[in-house]
């Protein structure tokens, strides 16, 4: 995303966002990968072992962020990461959703994940169209399960300007979760799986 603004000819300045979630009052898409995946793990109990760190915002807060941060005349950086400031993974995400919600789900390494992922995803889940994508990526997303992300600069130009943090990850899982139950991505614990389209 890329936002040019200044007095004094033409200051570009890049935002990175990271994935942007659910906002703060549970408003989703259908569209959105994390939505897919998620739908997908918890409609058939499975996790991924996955040490990768991710990243979810809230739509809203982020683009509150970004219009704070485009509104000061000047900053001393000119690109920003935009993610969150704490390391978590989908191991931490899925446990909070087994905590809060009661969903379970079995654990898998990456390479057995993605041969759960390809036995077991047809066209009646969200994530069919990018299963070939995952599983081709296998290799690379198991390579950067180390790598983390950097916004020191953008957390420094946030704070100067008064932005907002981004929530605890319990309630930024709960604007997912609460979206997806309802929109019938997911069916509440021990109930049948939705038909895609339902």
Known sequence: LVLAAGKQGLDVRIYRPSLLSA???????????????????????????????????????????????????????????VTVDDYYNMIDVTKVITRKYGYQFKYYDIPDFMKQLNQHCTQEDLLYPLTDFFIRSQDKLAAMQHKRYNNDSYRAVREQCGGQREPSLDDTVTYIMEYMLREGVIAPVGQPRPVRGS
């Open 23 to 81: 906002s703060s009052s549970g408003v989703g898409s259908k569209d959105d990968i994390a939505v897919r995946l998620l739908a997908f793990m918890i409609n058939h109990g499975i996790g991924v072992e996955a040490r990768n760190q991710v990243s979810f915002l809230p739509v809203d807060i982020t683009a509150d962020n970004i219009a704070t941060i485009f509104g000061q005349p000047t900053i001393p950086v000119r690109t920003l990461h």
